[in-house]
C-alpha cells in the first residue's frame, strides 16, 4: 500500500490581465508493507474453558491477546528500525532542537522545541508533546522565570496534563531517562504517524495438539505497518541530548 504526502505552497499576488505562473502540487509515495505480529500462544487447560462462562472467558482471553499485540505494535510504531518491522516515530521525527547538556533540558528548549514545528501543526487534537513518563515527571518540575511550573495539572481525573498549554501524550516506549543522544521528547501532530492494518486481527484455535494434555491453543495475529508522512514540513519534532 502507498500514500501521499503532499507539498504545499504558497499563493501569490497577480497584476491585472496578467497570467498566473503554475505551481503544482508535489507528491511523495512511500509504501506502507504488512509485518505479521503475533500474540504467541495460550494454553488453556480444558477444565477452565468448561467452568468458565463463555460470555466472561472468551472476552477475557481476547483482551489478552490483543494487548500483547498491541504491546508490540506500540514498541515498533514508537523506535521501531524500519528494518524488517514498522520505522518509529522517533527515527522518523526531525530533529527540532538539541539540548546544550547530555542529562539535562531546560524550559527555554522546551518552548524553542514547540516553535520549530511549523504552526499548522501546532494545532488539532492530535498536536503535543511525547514522551515516556519518567521524562515528563523531569519535565513537570520546570519553571518560567517567575517561578511558575510549565506543568499545567489536570483539573479533573480524564483531563488531559499540558506542557506550556499543550497536550502531553505518555508512550514508554520512548527513552526513560535523559542521558547522551537520547531523544527526549517529541512535539508535533501524531496524526501524521499513518498506521495500516491488512484487516482485523485474527484468533486462532487448535484443539488438537495438546489433546493428551487436555489442554487447548489459542493465538492472534494482526498484519500492520506504520511510518511518518513527511513531504519535506516535519509535522513532529524531537528533542536530543547532546
Excluded at 511549523?118 to 514522551?131: I, L, T
Excluded at 489433546?211 to 505497518?225: G, K, T, V, W, Y
Aim: hydrophobic residues 40%; aromatic residues 8%.
Amino acid at each position: 500500500m502507498e500514500i501521499d504526502s503532499v507539498r504545499r505552497g504558497n499563493s501569490s499576488l497577480v497584476g491585472e490581465n496578467v497570467q498566473p505562473s503554475a505551481l503544482d502540487l508535489g507528491f511523495q509515495a512511500v509504501q506502507l508493507l504488512a509485518y505479521k505480529y503475533t500474540s504467541l500462544r495460550i494454553l488453556c487447560p480444558f477444565e477452565l474453558i468448561e467452568d468458565s462462562p463463555p460470555e466472561l472467558f472468551l472476552p477475557a482471553l481476547g483482551a489478552q491477546l490483543g494487548e500483547r499485540i498491541a504491546r508490540a505494535q506500540g514498541t515498533d510504531f514508537t523506535t521501531g528500525s524500519g528494518a524488517g518491522r514498522p520505522w518509529g516515530i522517533v527515527g522518523a521525527a526531525t530533529v527540532g532542537v538539541t539540548a546544550a547538556s547530555a542529562t539535562a533540558f531546560t524550559g527555554d528548549e522546551v518552548v524553542r522545541l514547540i516553535h520549530s514545528v511549523d504552526p499548522n501543526y501546532r494545532r488539532g487534537p492530535s498536536s503535543g508533546f511525547m514522551m515516556h513518563e519518567n521524562i515528563f515527571e523531569v519535565a513537570s518540575l520546570l519553571k518560567d522565570g517567575a517561578g511558575r511550573y510549565l506543568w499545567t495539572p489536570p483539573t479533573t481525573p480524564d483531563a488531559q496534563d499540558l506542557l506550556h498549554g499543550r497536550p502531553v501524550f505518555m508512550n514508554n516506549a520512548m527513552a526513560s531517562s535523559v542521558a547522551t543522544g537520547a531523544t527526549t521528547m517529541l512535539f508535533g501532530q501524531f496524526s501524521a504517524y499513518k498506521i495500516r492494518d491488512t484487516g482485523t486481527i485474527r484468533l486462532s484455535r487448535t484443539t488438537e495438539r495438546r489433546a493428551d494434555n487436555d489442554e487447548q491453543e489459542f493465538i492472534a495475529f494482526l498484519r500492520s505497518d506504520g511510518l511518518l508522512a513527511d513531504a519535506g514540513t516535519h509535522p513532529v519534532k524531537k528533542l536530543v541530548q547532546a
